[in-house]
């Protein structure tokens, strides 16, 4: 009885603790804070200051102080942080942190209420818990970056437009950045904002495309470094990437419409065992029960879970084609 209470709590604890990392900041304490903000800007100009920086201080320090203790507990972090912001959110390691471990705990937790074994729910709440974030992750990066490279050579059209119109680079970088929506006016604002504080024009476009980390961008601006040192027309030269990109582009759509009998095959074949188990688990929950019991059939499941994985990863490499 005091197990299964200390479960229930646990899970209870998990499930909150990863709504509050979900939900993120409370809106009546940002109406709160905006309030006094307009307050301190309207009364005394010293007092407000003084309040300002007091409160901007106990800020950093608690938001370093957390993303310190997130930093010395993930591996990697600098590299974890670099995959966050090439998915344009706003998200912290401390976050991060806590919907993983709120995500191990749940399904441990559940795992245990079910009669499963502490180590085999240990073990899955880890792969939950640290798989499914990097997965989900990742799923946002590769649609921020297909929304990208689709909006992408139009902004170059509209840059060779501009440049064909008399308006130096600078001024063309300026108006993607207000007319192309999406990420690609978000990442160009931010070269326009780093060129407004001093940063070089390559510098600044070179940041931006470690960060996206695509080669659609990185043709971009090696194509403007060496118009920079050889000379030419520069109009001409974006004109001819645009077309490239474009065509690019459409080579890929081919390439996945060839392959997508491989993919769905890959797909199903990868599927099907844990659809078979979870159906004959619906119907005959003590057949499929030693699975979760039974040390010898716990190390063969897994050791069949290895060797399937390393079969769909093979085949996920064999219908992967890099252009």
Not at 142 to 156: G, H, L, M, T
Not at 187 to 208: C, H, N, Y
Not at 252 to 260: D, P
Request: some cysteine; hydrophobic content about 50%.
């Amino acid at each position: 009885m005091l197990l299964t209470l200390i479960i229930v709590l646990g899970g209870v604890a998990a499930l909150v603790l990863m709504l509050n990392a979900a939900r993120g900041p409370s809106a009546s304490k940002a109406l709160k804070r905006r309030v006094e903000m307009i307050k301190e800007r309207h009364g005394d100009a010293i007092a407000a200051s003084a309040q300002a920086q007091i409160r901007k201080l106990f800020a950093n320090r608690t938001t370093s102080h957390i993303e310190g203790l997130a930093s010395t507990i993930i591996p990697k972090p600098a590299l974890l942080r670099k995959r966050i912001e090439m998915t344009g959110r706003n998200i912290t390691l401390a976050r991060y942190l806590m919907i993983s471990v709120g995500l191990a705990v749940v399904v441990m937790v559940l795992l245990l209420m079910r009669g499963a074994p502490f180590l085999l729910g240990l073990f899955a709440g880890l792969f939950v818990g640290i798989g499914l974030p990097h997965m989900v992750i990742g799923k946002m990066i590769k649609r921020r970056v297909a929304k990208f490279n689709s909006n992408f050579p139009d902004a170059i059209e509209l840059m060779v437009r501009g440049l064909r119109s008399g308006l130096p680079i600078t001024e063309t970088l300026g108006i993607v950045s207000s007319e192309i929506p999406g990420p690609v006016g978000l990442e160009f604002r931010a070269v326009s904002d780093k060129m407004k504080i001093g940063r070089t024009m390559e510098a600044a476009l070179q940041e931006t495309a470690d960060r996206l980390g695509t080669p659609e961008f990185q043709f971009f601006v090696i194509t403007l470094a060496i118009q920079r040192e050889t000379g030419g027309n520069l109009a001409e030269t974006l004109s001819n990437l645009a077309d490239v990109l474009r065509k690019r582009a459409q080579m890929k759509l081919k390439i996945r419409a060839m392959s997508s009998e491989s993919k769905a095959s890959a797909y199903i074949v990868g599927a099907l065992p844990f659809i078979v188990f979870g159906l004959v688990y619906m119907m005959n929950p003590d057949y499929m029960g030693g699975f979760f019991v039974d040390q010898r059939l716990i190390v063969a499941g897994l050791g069949a879970l290895c060797w399937m994985g390393i079969g769909v990863f093979i085949m996920a490499k064999m219908v992967n084609f890099e252009i």
